[in-house]
């Protein structure tokens, strides 16, 4: 069995880590970073970006930037317009109420934008490992739904990784924590705010056990947030002082975007900042300048209202697990966001001066705890044992658009319940079981999951036949809901997947592509490289043949001049392969080498002809020799020959 990842997949950045030698260990991406943008950026060409290139380029090529994808997996059209408003490319209405991405006429699922960001992170960890690696445990918001759960997995799944378990963050954050502080029993409190995701866990650890007794949150609630809150600010600024609208340019609102991101992260460490934007728009009096100084009380005033809408669901994990503030023994701050002052405080306000454990970096515990869970699932982690829970209420409709709740909020899982109902009318023959999940007492105030028909109930009065329904929530929290009519026996079921998502053909079709695309853009890169080579090669080429035309047989000159044509000609070929240009580099190449076989040959033979004598180079040709003429042995060819010796030496230059 091969090495299993853990990975810890955000809407802004994400990070991927594996256990060496029993630790979890962060593997740096290929551009040295320890976590990649979750951002997705595709080219007039075709190429695809991801991570950091991508994010380069996100100013000038807005419209085929994706970022903040993970905002709309798993989610339903109508759930999404503040999210879809927000965002420079183009989201169109998906099957089944889905929300699709269009990209230079082409459309991507969420499911497929994250597998980009997923085969990123595998590739970076093949090329760290060593070796092929298909298998990850991914982690997820606690407060995702069994929807989100389900479109992750779909993702790991097209990016070519089995996905052994989903696990949330926070749970991931506290393995990372506690993985060697298990020596004595403790509650902790796991405190994420992420880019576009707040989640709050109590956890009690000891004696390798990991149980989770409570976990809230909002799953539109994270540092993107703040960064929207001033951007807002910064437009109307502009618009009250130059009477434009920045919002209505997509290019403008994206450097809009990038510089609130740097001043939110220089004013958690400064009082004050200034942002400068030179050249953010123009009109027909010229062009236009953002300038702007911002305090930190400024930015704490325009987002405060965001700073205390973390604080209920920390109320609300208390209370769930019967618990007081002051009988947290740890608090565990996790995700960049945390870093913000105001939020520190508030959490400091609310525990009565308790400050926060800073033992874990924001940035990695999730995915170190993601590595560990691999490890256990892997074989490598022993005596250890994670309990975690359900975010939120699962049952039916029943009679009177009422939510029957079958699994209550914070039950361990996996975890399986079953409930009996009947007919409401008579001469009932089918029913529909319509699956929510939530705490509102009405059914329409709650996530619908899906619905399915159990058919065939033989004509009865009201009451009369049993219809037994079971839920069952797997270790990844995952559910599947099972109908059953205990008269005939007669059942049907329902895996709950993506709303209007993906079947199982539809993740394996785009699963190849994915495998299709992965190879478009090593061939990519192959190209890239090679016509660096061959640029070189031609370079070396003209210089050997503009310095020593001279020594260099006419045939040869004919037959690298041809060689070389060709070459320039492979170069502007948008279709070639890497092998047929591999081929033109390596015919050049060798007359390259017969050139210079023939050029030292002919130097050789005219240093040794009696006729030929070696001038003598005036002392003003040489500023580095004030005092005597230095007199050629033979003329220069890159290098100086010399003619009174000549050594035999048993080898050969090797290039």
């Not at 008579?426 to 159990?454: C, P, W, Y």
């Not at 006419?554 to 037959?559: A, H, I, T």
């Amino acid at each position: 069995m091969g090495k299993v990842i853990g990975i810890d997949l955000g809407t802004t950045n994400s990070c991927v880590a594996v256990l060496e030698g029993g630790k979890p260990v962060v593997i740096a991406n290929s551009e040295g970073g320890r976590t990649t943008p979750s951002i997705v950026g595709f080219g007039k060409t075709g190429e695809r970006l991801v991570g950091q290139l991508a994010k380069r380029q996100a100013v000038t090529n807005a419209e085929n930037t994706v970022y903040s994808i993970k905002r709309f997996i798993g989610r339903r059209w109508h759930d999404t317009e503040d999210e879809r408003d927000r965002v420079p490319y183009n989201c169109t209405k998906g099957k089944d109420d889905t929300v699709d991405v269009q990209i230079r006429g082409r459309l991507y699922t969420p499911q497929e934008i994250s597998a980009m960001i997923l085969q990123k992170l595998k590739q970076d960890a093949e090329a760290y490992l060593g070796e092929s690696v298909t298998q990850a445990v991914i982690t997820v918001p606690a407060y995702f739904t069994d929807a989100q759960r389900q479109a992750t997995k779909d993702a790991g799944t097209i990016a070519g990784l089995e996905v052994l378990r989903i696990i949330n963050e926070p749970t991931a954050a506290a393995l990372s924590y506690g993985l060697e502080k298990q020596d004595h029993d403790q509650r902790i409190l796991v405190f994420d705010l992420g880019g576009g995701t707040f989640d709050v866990s109590i956890l009690q650890l000891g004696e390798g056990v990991f149980e989770v007794k409570a976990t809230s949150g909002n799953n539109h609630l994270g540092g993107d947030d703040f960064d929207n809150v001033l951007v807002r600010w910064l437009i109307d600024n502009f618009r009250e002082r130059d009477g434009i609208d920045l919002a209505a340019d997509k290019m403008a609102l994206q450097r809009l975007r990038e510089a609130a991101e740097k001043a939110k992260i220089e004013l958690s460490t400064m009082l004050s900042t200034s942002i400068n934007l030179p050249f953010i728009t123009a009109d027909e009096t010229g062009p236009k300048h953002l300038e702007v100084e911002l305090t930190r009380a400024k930015l704490e005033d325009l987002t405060n209202h965001l700073v205390q809408a973390t604080i209920d669901p920390v109320a609300q994990a208390l209370a769930d697990s019967n618990l007081t503030p002051d009988q947290i023994d740890r608090i565990i701050l996790v995700g960049g966001s945390t870093r913000i002052p105001a939020v520190q405080d508030a959490i400091k306000t609310f525990f009565k001066g308790k400050l926060p454990d800073r033992s874990v970096n924001p940035d990695e515990a999730v995915a170190l705890g993601a590595a560990i869970q691999a490890g256990v699932l892997g074989g490598e982690v022993k005596d250890l044992l994670l309990l975690d829970v359900t975010p939120l209420s699962l049952g039916i409709e029943t009679l009177g658009e009422v939510f029957t709740k079958i699994i209550e909020r914070n039950t361990t899982i996996p975890t399986s319940k079953t409930q009996t109902f009947s007919t409401a009318t008579d001469g009932q023959t089918s029913v529909e079981i319509h699956v929510l999940q939530g705490e509102r007492a009405m059914a329409k105030d709650n996530k619908s999951l899906g619905k399915f028909q159990l058919t065939g109930i033989p004509p009865a009065p009201r009451g009369v036949p049993q219809i037994e329904v079971s839920f069952e929530i797997d270790a990844n929290g995952i559910l599947k809901v099972a109908a059953r009519d205990k008269g005939t026996g007669r059942e049907q079921s329902i895996q709950i997947s993506n709303t209007g998502g993906l079947s199982e053909a539809e993740v394996e079709r785009m699963r190849q592509e994915a495998e299709l695309y992965a190879d478009e853009d090593e061939q990519r890169k192959q190209l890239v490289t090679l016509r660096n080579q061959a640029d070189t090669l031609l370079y070396s080429y003209e210089s050997t043949l503009r310095d020593n035309a001279h020594f260099i047989q006419d045939g040869l000159k004919e037959q690298s001049a041809q060689r070389a044509t060709e070459l320039k000609a492979a170069l502007i070929n948008r279709s070639i392969t890497p092998e047929s240009l591999r081929q033109h580099i390596e015919s050049l190449q060798q007359l390259l080498f017969l050139m210079g076989e023939s050029m030292y040959q002919k130097a050789q033979d005219r240093s040794h002809d009696p006729i030929y004598t070696s001038p003598t180079v005036p002392t003003a040709a040489m500023p580095w020799q004030e005092t005597e003429p230095m007199p050629y042995a033979t003329e220069t060819l890159e290098a100086d020959f010399v003619t009174d010796e000549t050594i035999t030496a048993e080898y050969e230059a090797v290039d």
